[in-house]
């Protein structure tokens, strides 16, 4: 099972991008599905969560401009993210827990010009 995060890119401050994180397999459902991100020098951070259920958490300035959402059908999940900020740059991992494993995305980086 792999987890393909994609989506990430160059764009200005105020600018949009969705990153998408797609399954090889069904390992979405019924889980939780959470985007991270890391900074150069910084820890990796939760930045949203979404519950199988379809509910979301939101982490700190991500609350109000970023929105994450899943296609249980598509095995994918996704990270629109909006009125984005030089701090907002970062690589973006996508991670599940599927029976007691866990499983992170590659990474997808997001550079974010003032």
């Known amino acids: 099972v792999q987890l393909q995060a994609s989506g990430g890119g160059l764009v200005q401050a105020g600018g949009s991008l969705r990153l998408s994180c797609a399954a090889s397999?069904?390992?979405?459902?019924?889980?939780?599905v959470g985007w991270y991100r890391q900074a150069p020098g910084k820890q990796r951070e939760l930045v949203a969560v979404i519950l199988d259920s379809g509910n979301t958490n939101y982490v700190g300035s991500a609350k109000g401009r970023f929105a994450i959402s899943r296609d249980n059908a598509k095995n994918t999940v996704y990270l629109q993210m909006n009125s984005l900020k030089p701090e907002d740059t970062a690589v973006y991992y996508c991670?599940?827990?599927?029976?007691?494993?866990?499983?992170w995305g590659q990474g997808t980086q997001v550079t974010v010009s003032s």
């Open positions: 397999g069904s390992i979405f459902s019924g889980n939780a």
């Open positions: 991670h599940t827990v599927h029976r007691m494993t866990e499983y």
